[in-house]
Every structure is written in C-alpha cells, then in structure tokens.
C-alpha cells in the first residue's frame, strides 16, 4: 500500500469516487428517510487516503470533496475542507503509528473520522456566526454518522485496495531460473 | 528543500480553505455555483433515468388499472369545474368590492413547475436543489409551493438550477395568520433536527383563543411572500418568558420529506 504501488489511475479513481460520494449525498435520500440522518461518506474515505496515499493526495481529496459538498449545501465554501483537512494531514503525519491493515484499527479510526469532522464542521459554522440547525435530535443524527461511517471504512480498504491490485503495477515475478548456475551437461 | 514542500502545499490548502471561508456573500454564491455545475451532467443522467423508468413503469399498468383511475380522474375534474366557477364568481364579487373601496386589483397567481434534483447533503440545514433557474425567469426570494400548501422560497439562483430554502431551516422564517382569530406571529424553525414537520409559531398574544388545529396561512406582512398561502395547522401553544407572549407548535401540510415536484411562484 505505499506510494510506490500507486499508479498514475489511483489519484483519478480516488477524486472521481470523491465527487460520486457527493453526489450520492445530495441525490439520495433514502439514509434520511430510515434512519433521520444522511450518512457522510468523506471522513471515512479521507481516512483510506490518508493511510495508503501521499499528503499531496490527501490535500487533492480534501479541497476537490469539501467544496464539492459545500458546493451542495448552504455551508459558506471550505466549511467541510478544513476539518477533512487537519484529519487527513493528522493520519498521513502518524500512519507509521496506525495499524492500518488491521479491519478492527480501520472500523475504529473510521468511527473517529466520521464523528468528528462533522462535529468539527458545526463547530466552526458556529464560530463563523452561522445557525445551523442544531438540537438533541442532532445526537441522533451524528450516532447515525458515526456509526455508518465506521462500518464503510473497512469496505472501502476492502474494495479500493482489490481495484488498486486489479489496476496497479504488479511486481514482476521472478523466475527460481538462473543461467549461471546451469550445469551444463555434455560430452566434452 | 524537497522534504518541506508537502507542508507548504499543506499550508497552501488551510490558506485557500480559509480564504474561501471568508468570501464575500456574493463571491461565495458564485463560486458554489461554478463549484456545483460539475454535478450538472450526473444530474441529468439521474433525472432521464427516472424518467424512462416510469415510462418502462407505464407500459405495465394493467388496463382495468388506467380505467378505474380515469374515472376518478373524470369525477374530480366535474368536481374543481364546479369549484372554479364559484371561485371565478367569489374572485368577481371580490374584485368589485375591492375596487369599490379603492384597494388595489390582486393579481392571479403565475405558477412554474419544477423537480427537486438534489437535497443538501449536510443535516443541519434544510434546502433542496430544483431544476429551474434564471433561464426560465426565477429570481432570487420567490416562493415555492407544494399542491398543500408553502414549501419555503429560492435562496440562490443558477442558470439552470436553483436553491430553495425549506420551512424549518433557520434562513427562512415566514410572517403567518391565524385566520380564524385575526392572530399574527411569526413561522420559524421547530429547532428540531429529526423531525421537520414541526415548526414555531412565535410572538402570539391571544392564547386563549389558540386553539390545535386552527389554520395557519402567510399573513402577507412582507414583500417575499403573498397572503393566503396555506402553511400547516396548530398543534398545541405554549408560553414563553414567563407569559410575556405566546409560542404554537404548528404541523406543516406538505411533507418536506417526500418532495418531488413543487411550483414557484412568479412575479
């Protein structure tokens, strides 16, 4: 999963799954219809780059899905960049740390992920004197968020990292042959 | 050198985020809107596929089906002929009396259909995104109606799309009546994030006459939305500060949770 397995595709792959994201947010509604809440998928997806990625791929996913979805939503443009930002900066600073390949350190980090960028989100709409709509139905919601995003997290190091093998570099397989060491059999 | 030039392109994104935070209200419009129309295209291609899905959807309505609406159809059409007529002949008598006490003509309302394509993505505002925009003549701070009753009213208008601010979230708030006690107040949000069909009715002084289930409609006290619209019903009224004024809970009538098709009212 290092930068060295990266191909010129991943970066492309990872932006466009960004905007489809987005997207999937503002056109479908069904998350808000069952469960009061719609899901957030960034966090959990910032937490997959940030741990397999370059910080200049974090930075690329971070501005391109914040003013994507600010783009959609009333929020004033970077509301969702800075939070999506300081936790991708965080965990590409620290995934020597991180057991990343581990399903139960995936589950938990996208947990953390994805109760904290929107709590860091209201937050700051707040400071910045704006009034979104925040009540004890918001607990709810953001348990909701929280928990939806933890279970995507380890799906999306499942799915990214089987299309990142189907369509990266493969290393060359190395023969056991080696013609030095043929023993050479003849007559003379 | 090398080894300090991500922390500068770090440095260099929290700039630009902070930067884009701090527009001005009309840059800021322009640039979600530049931002947005990258999702013009995926939202085409959603809104043909639910169009040939009901087509294909058509095709396998059974006949007894199609004639048993077609009858209702036909008994509620006699049914609002009816109705117009004495509407026409109210509007009539209403428009003589009117210009026998020297009040000025009010004029019909212009109605345009359009789809909701998008919702806001955050769960702390209320908005929708509608397929009409400057092109088909909206602007800014029309209302927008359901076959119920108010939906809210355009909040940022595109070319080709447009925002609508929905009943409930904190941008929009209503000047309304109560029409059967002469009471006005205000509609705002309900404060509740989980359940959207429940709004306030504020700064009301009559509470002995407030009763659940009164009719609330826009009272006209202001220049964005005309009078009558109908908004929802009381359900229960409550004091605030210490019996200073009054606070109802009102149910709104259209539900904002299922909207697919509204109208927004033209100049």
Same mark, same amino acid.
């Given at each position: 999963?290092?930068?060295?397995?990266?191909?010129? &595709?991943?970066?492309?792959?990872?932006?466009?799954?960004? &905007?489809?994201?987005?997207?999937?947010?503002?056109?479908?509604?069904?998350?808000?219809?069952?469960? +009061?809440?719609?899901?957030?998928?960034?966090?959990?997806?910032?937490?997959?780059?940030? &741990?397999?990625?370059?910080?200049?791929?974090?930075?690329?996913?971070?501005?391109?899905?914040?003013?994507?979805?600010?783009?959609?939503?009333?929020?004033?443009?970077?509301?969702?960049?800075?939070?999506?930002?300081?936790?991708?900066?965080?965990?590409?600073?620290?995934?020597?740390?991180?057991?990343?390949?581990?399903?139960?350190?995936?589950?938990?980090?996208?947990?953390?992920?994805?109760?904290?960028?929107?709590?860091?989100?209201?937050?700051?709409?707040?400071?910045?004197?704006?009034?979104? &709509?925040?009540?004890?139905?918001?607990?709810?919601?953001?348990?909701?968020?929280?928990?939806?995003?933890?279970?995507?997290?380890?799906?999306?190091?499942?799915?990214?990292?089987?299309?990142?093998?189907?369509? +990266?570099?493969?290393?060359?397989?190395?023969?056991?042959?080696?013609?030095?060491?043929?023993?050479?059999?003849?007559?003379? | 050198?090398?080894?300090?030039?991500?922390?500068?392109?770090?440095?260099?994104?929290?700039?630009?985020?902070?930067?884009?935070?701090?527009?001005?209200?009309?840059?800021?419009?322009?640039?979600?809107?530049?931002?947005?129309?990258?999702?013009?295209?995926?939202?085409?291609?959603?809104?043909?596929?639910?169009?040939?899905?009901?087509?294909?959807?058509?095709?396998?309505?059974?006949?007894?089906?199609?004639?048993?609406?077609? #009858?209702?159809?036909?008994?509620?059409?006699?049914?609002?002929?009816?109705?117009?007529?004495?509407?026409?002949?109210? #509007?009539?008598?209403?428009?003589?009396?009117?210009?026998?006490?020297?009040?000025? *003509?009010?004029?019909?309302?212009?109605?345009?259909?359009?789809?909701?394509?998008?919702?806001?993505?955050?769960?702390?505002?209320?908005?929708?995104?509608?397929?009409?925009?400057?092109?088909?003549?909206?602007?800014?701070? *029309?209302?927008?109606?359901?076959?119920?009753?108010?939906?809210?009213?355009?909040?940022?208008?595109? #070319?080709? *799309?447009?925002?609508?601010?929905?009943?409930?979230?904190?941008?929009?708030?209503?000047?309304?009546?109560?029409?059967?006690?002469?009471?006005?107040?205000?509609?705002?949000?309900?404060?509740?994030?989980?359940?959207?069909?429940?709004?306030?009715?504020?700064?009301?002084?009559?509470?002995?006459?407030?009763?659940?289930?009164?009719?609330?409609?826009?009272?006209?006290?202001?220049?964005?939305?005309?009078?009558?619209?109908?908004?929802?019903?009381?359900?229960?009224?409550?004091?605030?500060?210490?019996?200073?004024?009054?606070?109802?809970?009102?149910?709104?009538?259209?539900?904002?949770?299922?909207?697919?098709?509204?109208?927004?009212?033209?100049?």
């Amino acid at each position: 999963m290092g930068d060295a397995a990266m191909s010129a &595709l991943t970066p492309i792959l990872i932006l466009a799954v960004a &905007l489809l994201a987005v997207f999937f947010e503002a056109s479908f509604d069904a998350p808000r219809r069952w469960l +009061g809440a719609q899901v957030d998928l960034l966090p959990g997806l910032m937490v997959y780059v940030s &741990l397999s990625s370059n910080l200049l791929m974090v930075l690329a996913f971070a501005l391109v899905s914040g003013f994507a979805l600010d783009s959609l939503s009333a929020n004033p443009p970077g509301a969702t960049v800075l939070p999506l930002l300081v936790l991708g900066a965080l965990m590409q600073r620290f995934r020597h740390l991180l057991l990343s390949g581990e399903i139960y350190a995936q589950w938990l980090l996208g947990l953390g992920a994805s109760a904290g960028v929107p709590l860091c989100t209201v937050l700051l709409l707040m400071a910045l004197g704006g009034a979104p &709509l925040v009540s004890w139905g918001s607990v709810w919601q953001w348990l909701v968020m929280a928990a939806v995003g933890s279970v995507l997290t380890p799906l999306y190091f499942l799915v990214f990292d089987q299309l990142r093998w189907m369509f +990266g570099y493969r290393p060359v397989q190395e023969t056991s042959f080696r013609p030095d060491r043929e023993i050479a059999r003849g007559r003379n | 050198m090398l080894k300090k030039a991500p922390y500068i392109a770090l440095g260099v994104a929290v700039l630009l985020a902070l930067i884009a935070l701090k527009l001005p209200n009309r840059a800021a419009a322009q640039f979600k809107l530049a931002v947005g129309s990258l999702f013009l295209p995926l939202f085409g291609v959603v809104s043909s596929s639910q169009h040939l899905m009901s087509k294909a959807g058509d095709t396998f309505v059974s006949r007894a089906d199609l004639v048993d609406q077609n #009858e209702q159809l036909r008994h509620e059409n006699q049914e609002l002929k009816f109705q117009s007529m004495r509407s026409a002949e109210l #509007e009539r008598e209403n428009g003589r009396l009117r210009q026998q006490l020297g009040f000025l *003509r009010q004029s019909p309302w212009k109605l345009l259909p359009a789809h909701v394509i998008a919702r806001d993505p955050a769960n702390w505002w209320r908005q929708v995104w509608i397929d009409r925009g400057r092109r088909d003549g909206l602007r800014a701070d *029309r209302p927008v109606l359901a076959a119920d009753g108010l939906v809210g009213r355009l909040a940022e208008v595109a #070319e080709t *799309r447009s925002r609508v601010v929905l009943l409930g979230d904190p941008a929009c708030r209503v000047p309304a009546l109560v029409p059967e006690i002469r009471e006005l107040g205000v509609v705002s949000s309900g404060g509740n994030a989980l359940d959207s069909s429940l709004l306030t009715l504020g700064y009301l002084s009559k509470s002995d006459q407030l009763k659940a289930g009164q009719l609330v409609v826009t009272s006209g006290l202001s220049t964005l939305f005309p009078s009558g619209i109908h908004i929802g019903h009381i359900v229960d009224v409550h004091a605030v500060d210490f019996g200073l004024y009054f606070e109802a809970r009102v149910k709104l009538l259209v539900n904002l949770n299922s909207l697919e098709e509204v109208w927004v009212m033209l100049p």
